[in-house]
Nanobody, 114 residues
């Protein structure tokens, strides 16, 4: 069983930066595809970025602005967000898996507001 705890959300002005962290409990962290997703009010949850080893994927809307990284020694995945836009406002969730069933964190709120 994997438990995920996100942190680092907050309120930031347009053009600002934030870094989210997701700490995972349990073993075998390195084998999981780790991902960040987000859900804005009234919208479906969408993929932001995923990473396994050096293989990364990004949503088109965040390419060039967001960077996903992971520290397998610390069982932690990060999402560095720069040049934030109003439309980046959402609850950001961390996901672990595959392999095996998906595990989700409780989410952290990111609000971009002037």
């Amino acid at each position: 069983q994997v438990q995920l705890v996100e942190s680092g959300g907050g309120v930031v002005q347009p053009g600002g930066s934030l870094t989210l962290s997701c700490a995972a409990s349990g073993s075998s962290f390195s084998i999981y595809i780790m991902g960040w997703y987000r859900q804005a009010p009234g919208k479906q949850r969408e993929l932001v970025a995923t990473r396994l080893s050096d293989i990364t994927t990004y949503a088109d809307s965040v390419k060039g602005r967001f960077t996903i990284s992971r520290d397998n020694a610390k069982n932690t995945v990060y999402l560095q967000m720069t040049n934030l836009k109003l439309e980046d406002t959402a609850v950001y969730y961390c996901r672990a898996g595959p392999p095996g069933p998906d595990h989700w964190g409780q989410g952290t709120q990111v609000t971009v507001s002037s």
